[in-house]
């Protein structure tokens, strides 16, 4: 992982600098502090002005609304103005439209929360660089094998709670999320994949890839998935899907469009769900969406 000019952020965490993008060079006024483990960290952002967001403790106190689902076996009946705005890191690798579409909706408010942190396995695709245009810090995992900076999912760990992340959306993350990572934020982690699983999904599958093994495989129908991540691939809780037609002569490309659209949507929906505290489990472990419109109703 890499953050460069950490800028040390009033400290809730005395021991984790900030990487808060400042409109002025706060280096002079807040207190420098210098660890050989963050040294290493590095964040890369492309524009020049930065807004600086001092977020007040108040704010910052925050909860994980699961806990508050599975204590109450149902889901939380506050209006959407009681319920905290939550916190959101979006893993990507590549360009990135997903994480475009959600971080869109948190700021026309279809999705009560807002992302306070990107991560990447890849510091130059194109959802670091919207990042970095957006102020958004950008945190790269893993770095590359051979950087001399070895950070571990450890300090990943401690670095999204120094953001005080409650939930993480992989949108075309394509490398395994570790075991540690996992346990971190257990039923707090969502993945988007872009077929039906369990169908087409696993080690192998991902991009294109998945769209050529439907299109081969003379599948009528495919759609997008949001699933609970565990420690394999896929094989995470189902928790969403929309189904799109395979039309005869699609192309690979054809189908990936028509899929991502409904990712587009589906991902918005999800997050906000998500964010307003609508998620519930039933007994046999499956996760269920309460409906906005009707509370009565899941899907
Ligand atoms: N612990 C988990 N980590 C991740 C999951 C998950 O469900 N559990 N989902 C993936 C996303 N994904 C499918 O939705 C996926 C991504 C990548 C691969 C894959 O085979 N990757 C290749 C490497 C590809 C590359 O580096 O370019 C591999 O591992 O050999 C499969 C599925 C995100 N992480
Ligand atoms: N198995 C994981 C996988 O294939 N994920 C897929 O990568 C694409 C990322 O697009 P985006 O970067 O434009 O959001 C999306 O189609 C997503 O479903």
């Known amino acids: 992982m890499e953050i460069q000019n ?4 009033r400290s809730f965490h005395s021991a984790i600098p900030s990487i808060r993008i400042p409109k002025t060079n706060l280096f002079s006024k807040l207190p420098q502090i210098h660890s050989p483990k963050w040294a290493s960290l590095k964040i890369h952002y492309s524009s020049s002005s930065y807004s600086h967001t001092l977020i007040s403790k108040r704010n910052l106190q925050c909860r994980n609304s699961v806990d508050k689902v599975e204590y109450n076996k149902g889901v939380s009946d506050k209006p959407k103005a009681k319920i905290r705005r939550k916190n959101l890191a979006v893993f990507v690798s590549g360009g990135g439209s997903n994480f475009r579409s959600i971080y869109e909706a948190t700021l026309n408010g279809s ?8 991560v990447t396995n890849k ?16 945190i790269v995992f893993p770095g590359k094998k051979d950087s001399k900076e070895v950070f571990s999912t450890e300090d ?11 939930f993480i959306l992989l949108a075309g993350y394509l490398k395994l999320i570790p075991v540690e990572l996992v346990r971190a934020y257990p039923k707090s982690i969502l993945n988007i994949h872009p077929s039906l699983l369990p169908a087409f999904g696993g080690k192998g599958y991902y ?3 998945v769209h050529e093994a439907v299109i081969a495989s003379g599948a009528r129908y495919s759609g997008p998935t949001i699933h609970y991540v565990d420690e394999q691939y896929d094989t995470g809780r189902i928790l969403a899907q929309r189904v799109v037609p395979v039309l005869a002569k699609d192309t690979a490309q054809e189908l990936a469009s ?5 990712e587009h949507k589906l991902y918005v929906d999800v997050a906000a769900a998500l964010c307003e505290e609508r998620i519930t489990w039933r007994e046999d472990g499956v996760p269920l969406i309460q409906s906005k419109e ?3 109703e899941y899907w």
Do not use: F, Q, W
């Not at 695709?125 to 958004?136: P, R, T």
């Not at 990943?156 to 120094?162: C, D, F, G, I, P």
């Not at 028509?258 to 409904?262: A, K």
């Open 6 to 9: 950490a800028i040390p952020r």
């Open 111 to 118: 999705v009560h929360g807002g992302v306070v942190v990107l």
């Open 123 to 138: 510091h130059d695709c194109g959802g670091a660089e919207y990042a970095g245009d957006k102020s958004i810090p950008v």
């Open 156 to 166: 990943l760990v401690t670095a999204l709670r120094s953001y005080k992340v409650d």
């Open 207 to 209: 991009g294109m890839k």
């Open 258 to 262: 028509r899929v991502l659209h409904e």
């Open 294 to 296: 009707n509370p009565n």
